[in-house]
């Protein structure tokens, strides 16, 4: 009963606030719930830098997480990094943007990046709702519910191949495979939570 008047309360608040004119608080996930800093040292085998977490803007609103590696850049001769972007129902509607849904942006980015080079971009069956690989900017996109997720990861895998196109070739297939790894088992499960 405590959990109903709970619940019932937040509903009031919120919509006492929309008629006020002001904006309700956000029940949704942001993504470093999604994706914790924890997570991120399990991917990159390493400590990382506590996350930021940032607004984006332009053609729909969303957030972005961001993790780095901790170690000096000196002392490892690079950096590996973890990025989600999360754009939500709650998110795109309360903001100014072309976009009002997350399902309308994934499928204009994923058009737009079919257009522009379809071979770079390969669909992928069983990830959420829909989901897709951009070897562009090596990044998979993934349609869940009601949210867009856009993941890179950039680990400090060492690989060498004959020359730079297989190289990049080989550097693209590994991080496809370790970031459909990541969606599936940190980031799709804490989004189906209620």
Not at 98 to 125: D, G, H, W
Request: hydrophobic share 40%; charged share 20%; aromatic share 4%.
């Amino acid at each position: 009963m405590r959990e109903k008047r709970g619940r019932l309360g937040i509903v009031m608040i919120g919509g006492l606030l929309l008629l006020a004119g002001l904006a309700a608080p956000s029940l949704a996930l942001t993504p470093c719930q999604l994706l914790t800093q924890q997570d991120a040292e399990q991917i990159l085998g390493e400590p990382v830098a506590e996350p930021r977490l940032t607004e984006v803007v332009g053609m729909a609103a969303g957030q972005k997480c961001y993790f780095h590696t901790a170690a000096p850049l000196a002392q490892r001769g690079g950096v590996g990094s973890v990025s989600l972007i999360l754009h939500d129902q709650a998110t795109m509607a309360g903001k100014d943007g072309l976009f009002k849904t997350p399902q309308q942006y994934y499928e204009r980015i994923m058009s737009a990046q079919k257009s522009s080079t379809p071979e770079n971009v390969s669909e992928i069956s069983g990830l959420g709702e829909k989901a897709f690989w951009s070897a562009n900017g090596d990044t998979l996109h993934c349609l869940a519910g009601s949210a867009y997720l856009i993941l890179e990861v950039r680990d400090l895998t060492k690989m060498s191949a004959p020359n730079r196109r297989e190289l990049d070739q080989k550097l693209s297939q590994h991080r496809r495979s370790l970031s459909e790894k990541v969606m599936r088992q940190y980031i799709l499960p804490r989004l189906a939570q209620p």
